[in-house]
């Protein structure tokens, strides 16, 4: 029951409890306009507090999901699928992710990602967190304190590079992806962030964006940034010695398996805690969500049964994850039907990109990070501008407050442009800003680990430890 519904019981069993008390002659017990009055602004204060409470609470568990799904769910998922010789250094790309851009996060981050500044990137009010405390933003969120919503901010910004990894796995070296990593942040999230989730940001659709792009939880911001950075750096970084010619099979399936389920959980965190509070936006992200990844597991596994006679556990598992990519963007706009139809889509798409389109053009993406990530966000991204629906989300309204079309279906054809736009700069931001950075960390200090060091493991000559131990201990 909505606050206002409440107030409005209360204020019958009062007028009610008044009027009682007036016919039966008991002036002294009954409820003056001053005590009404002051029993409401009790109540007002008594359900925003309850409310604050509620959804406070909702989006710090979400927050810790959302970091669950970097570690430990991609550091397992990514860890399963190289060899063991490299499984460490996998993870620990996840890890090292996790601090230095929390870091970074604390002192600028924030700020120019959600800090009131151009249509293109924010400014530096809140350096160092300044000003980020228990009163909310009413701009971003009413309901929570703003800390709640940095810290909630900080862990899709934290799993977006760690994402790229994927492309880079197994030879490039700790020292540049750490600089990379910083460098990253500031020059392609904190700019794409700001454009689509900030505040006077161009692409915003809800707070002044000339090009209002539907993003619900980050298939611009978080997908298509990470997968085409990957592609990048793939291209850039070359092949891995002797790929394709050696098989290079995933070492621990069954790791990529807990870490493909610790996602999926973690993703309700990530795609029904964008509502911003614990009201039914979020039910219905969260159950968008669900379908959309199951559909894309099963769209994936039909697809490699028909070419290859037999289903795959880690290509249900890749489908499931293309399907939570594509259906971030639509969650918050979509009901269940066009959420099945998102992840149905998504899994032949992205099985089509991994296993064809990968193959022709012959270059290494080690773990398919753009395959999945830049192809399922961008389908995403498209199919959001079809399918979203004012029943689900009446974001766009006109001057009196009418609620208008949203997505294609609805009558709202040019919101295709806006997704497409959306889809160009990001990639464009993305191309550009990758390559840059590449060059100069490459530059300073080299990008790829020498041939020998790549032949022995990076586990090895990277941080001096193995994964496993093979020895026999002594009976």
Known sequence: MRWFSVRAVLVSMLLCCGGWSAAHGQNAGGVTPQQMQEHLQQLDRAVASAQLSADNGWMLVSAALVLMMTIPGLALFYGGLVRKKNVLSTMMHSFAMTGIVSVVWAFVGYSLCF?????????????????????????????????????????F??????????????????????LFTFLWSLVVYAPMAHMVWGKGGLLNASLGGAIPTLDFAGGTVVHITSGVSALVCALYLGKRLNYPREPMLPHSVVLSFIGAGLLWVGWFGFNAGSALSAGTLATSAFVATHFGAAAAAIGWSVAEWIRNGKPSALGAISGAVAGLVAITPAAGFVGPMPALAIGFCAGLFCYLMVVKVKHHFGYDDSLDAFGVHGAGGTLGALLTGVFASSTINPIFK??????????????????????????????????????????????LIGLRVDPSAETAGLDVSLHGEEGYDWEIAPS
């Open 398 to 443: 006109d001057g009196q407050g009418h609620v208008l079309p949203v997505g294609w279906i609805e009558g709202n054809w040019r919101q295709m442009l806006h997704q497409a736009s959306g889809v160009a700069i990001a990639w464009g931001v993305s191309i550009v800003g990758t390559l840059a950075l590449l060059k100069i960390v490459d530059l």
């Open 115 to 155: 800090g009131s500044g151009t249509s293109f990137i924010g400014g530096f009010q809140h350096l160092f967190l300044r000003g980020v405390g228990s009163a909310p933003d009413p701009d971003y969120a009413a309901t929570i304190p703003q800390a709640t919503f940095m810290i909630y901010q900080l862990m």
């Open 157 to 178: 910004a934290i799993i977006t590079p760690a994402l790229i990894s994927g492309a880079f796995a197994e030879r490039m070296k700790f020292s540049a992806m750490a």
